[in-house]
């Protein structure tokens, strides 16, 4: 399998894939003529960060299945044109890794006159992964940002999912840089991947969502079983631990994985609708639980009902 390598640096986040900018031209288009999310038609048009795949397909699954009468179209997009189609006013529901910042509240208050409503539905886990035949197994804070940094020697080759992804951004401001200074830090075209990239590369070095390491597709499930998680040690703060960690529920809701992030549906409808449905269902006690099986943290971790008999019976 060929895998196409390109350096990340500053200038490879300026672009914007023409075909994104069609598809935000046609959803733009589209949105004048009819509403995005009017629940009374029952459809709407959610784009969501491609990181999250895995899980948002598992929750529109079962969302679908519980409403019939429902039809919500996914389109799935790198955080940077998510975001560019949002301002646009081309899509007005979205999931994504981050809340907005102040210039963009800003600029939706000043050309829509609304308030987005944002709920946090999961928190998520950034893996570091290695080859299984690899002798690393653990990573400090410190190591990391030095390698992203470029204040290491390293040969080798780090990869990523996408330049304009989230997690393209995410470590960026995990490492304080505006750009990665190691020469030999690459991008591809997705998670399967960098996945794939590393299982067969002994030498690689790979980072990716967590939950693209659950329950994988049948297309690059042999991959991950040839690649092993790394744990991490946070040596950094006045409070730096003693241990390692590698990501999972427990070590999410203890706080204790350094490398997190936390998932968001927005919505910019200005009203209830389908947005707002989808986005109370992932919040509900059914939508938790499908995020508890999928390996991430919920938001809200949902109760356990246990019956308890005076007697015991015969």
Request: glycine share 6%; hydrophobic share 35%.
């Amino acid at each position: 399998m060929k895998y196409e390598l390109k350096v990340i640096g500053v200038t490879a986040l300026v672009p914007i894939a023409i075909g994104m900018l069609m598809l935000g031209q046609s959803c733009k288009q589209k949105a004048k003529n009819d509403n995005l999310d009017r629940f009374t038609s029952n459809k709407a048009e959610f784009v969501v960060d491609e990181s999250f795949q895995p899980i948002v397909d598992e929750e529109l699954y079962i969302f679908k299945a519980a409403y019939t009468n429902v039809d919500p179209k996914i389109v799935y997009a790198p955080e940077n044109n998510e975001i560019n189609l949002l301002m646009a006013d081309s899509a007005r529901v979205v999931i994504l890794s981050r809340d907005l910042n102040p210039q963009e509240y800003d600029a939706l208050l000043k050309t829509r006159n609304l308030r987005p409503v944002i709920d946090r539905f999961a928190i998520d886990a950034v893996a570091i992964i290695v080859n299984e035949a690899s002798k690393d197994t653990d990573i400090t804070v410190s190591e990391l940002k030095k390698m992203l940094n470029g204040d290491t020697k390293t040969d080798k080759n780090i990869v990523f999912d996408n330049p304009n992804s989230s997690l393209v951004r995410y470590l960026k401001e995990f490492s304080g840089s505006k750009e990665f200074r190691q020469k030999n830090i690459y991008s591809l075209k997705s998670n399967k991947e960098v996945i794939k990239y590393v299982s067969e590369h002994p030498d690689a070095i790979g980072i990716t969502g967590f939950s693209w390491l659950n329950d994988p597709d049948k297309d690059y499930a042999d991959a991950v079983q040839k690649v092993k998680i790394v744990g991490v040690k946070d040596d950094t703060g006045k409070n730096p631990s003693q241990q390692y960690y590698t990501p999972s529920q427990n070590t999410l809701a203890l706080k204790q994985y350094p490398l997190t992030r936390n998932l968001y549906i927005l919505n910019c409808t200005g009203k209830n609708g389908l947005g707002m449905e989808f986005a109370g269902f992932m919040k509900s006690d059914r939508g938790q639980r499908i995020i508890l099986k999928s390996g991430l943290l919920p938001d809200n971790i949902p109760g356990r009902e246990i019956t308890i008999e005076k007697k015991i019976k015969q």
